[in-house]
C-alpha cells in the first residue's frame, strides 16, 4: 500500500470538519480519546455512529447518508471487517476525503479508495497530525527523527 503524503494529511485536517465513523460507545475506547482531544482542538466532528444519537451533547448520525452536503472527509476508525463497506458508504455518499486510521485499514478498504480517486490517508494515527500534543506529539518528533514522517 502507497505511502501516505503530507499533502493529503494536510488537506484532510485544513477544513477542520470531518465525519467520525466508528465512534465507539465505551468511554474507555481510543476512538473516544481521539474525539473528545479533537473536539477540544476546535475540531468541527460529526459522530457516525447507528446507535447513538447522542454524545456530550453533539448529535450522532446513524447513517452517512444523514450527514449535512458541506461534509466531504471522513475519519474512519472501525473495525478491519467493517473498514472496507464503511469506505464504500463514504464514497457512495460523496465523501472525498478519507482517513482510516492505524489499525483500521484493510488491502480492500484502500483499493476501493483509490479507486474512486478519493484522497486517503491510510496507517498513520491522526492524533500525531492534528496538532499534537503528549505522546502523539513525541510519536511525531520520532517520526522526524527516524525519516518515516511523510513528504509532500
Known sequence: MAKNSLTNIEDFLKPKRFAFIGLSRDPKKFSRAV???????????????????????IRCYHNVADLPENVKHALLMTPKANTAGA???????????????????????????????????????????????????FHRFLSKLFMTFPKK
Open 87 to 137: 469506505v464504500e458508504n463514504a464514497v457512495h455518499h460523496g465523501i472525498t476525503h478519507i482517513w482510516i486510521q492505524q489499525g483500521a485499514e484493510t488491502r480492500d478498504a484502500v483499493e476501493i479508495a483509490q479507486q474512486n480517486a478519493v484522497k486517503l490517508v491510510h496507517g498513520a494515527c491522526i492524533m500525531m497530525h492534528a496538532n499534537p500534543s503528549g505522546v502523539h506529539k
Open 35 to 57: 474525539f473528545k482531544e479533537l473536539h477540544a482542538k476546535g475540531y468541527d466532528i460529526y459522530p457516525v455512529n447507528p446507535n447513538m444519537d447522542d454524545l456530550e451533547g
